[in-house]
Nanobody, 126 residues
Framework: EVQLVESGGGSVQAGGSLRLSCVVSGYTNYMGWFRQAPGKEREGVATILTGGGTTYYADSVKGRFTVPQDNAKNALYLQMNSLKPEDTAMYYC??????????????????????WGQGTQVTVSS
């Protein structure tokens, strides 16, 4: 069974940075970060193929967010820079250990992921 534990959320002013952490137990082949703002659907932010390191980002965060991983610590991070008020949301770590995802659209689709963390709140003030 895969378990995910997130940490690192908080409040920051626009233009600031935050780093979220996700520690995973169990084998996965994809890990991702999703977010959900009040009244909105959960959306994909970034996904990484854990074995090869290939990443895919939502257009809204390209150039601002990255997903470094530390295999020795079984950890995935979401480094968020140049934060904007519209980045305010609950952020979730997710994992998949199924077959390969063929389309990049699947990499940011919540239906592609089987395991979820509890979420951590990020609030960006203007």
């Amino acid at each position: 069974e895969v378990q995910l534990v997130e940490s690192g959320g908080g409040s920051v002013q626009a233009g600031g940075s935050l780093r979220l952490s996700c520690v995973v137990s169990g084998y996965t082949n994809y890990m991702g970060w999703f977010r959900q703002a009040p009244g909105k659907e959960r959306e994909g932010v970034a996904t990484i193929l854990t074995g090869g390191g290939t990443t895919y980002y939502a257009d809204s965060v390209k150039g601002r967010f990255t997903v470094p991983q530390d295999n020795a610590k079984n950890a995935l991070y979401l480094q968020m820079n140049s934060l904007k008020p519209e980045d305010t949301a609950m952020y979730y770590c997710a994992a998949r250990k199924g077959r390969s995802l063929i389309l990049y659209s699947q990499w940011l689709d919540k239906q592609s992921f089987d395991y979820w963390g509890q979420g951590t709140q990020v609030t960006v003030s203007s």
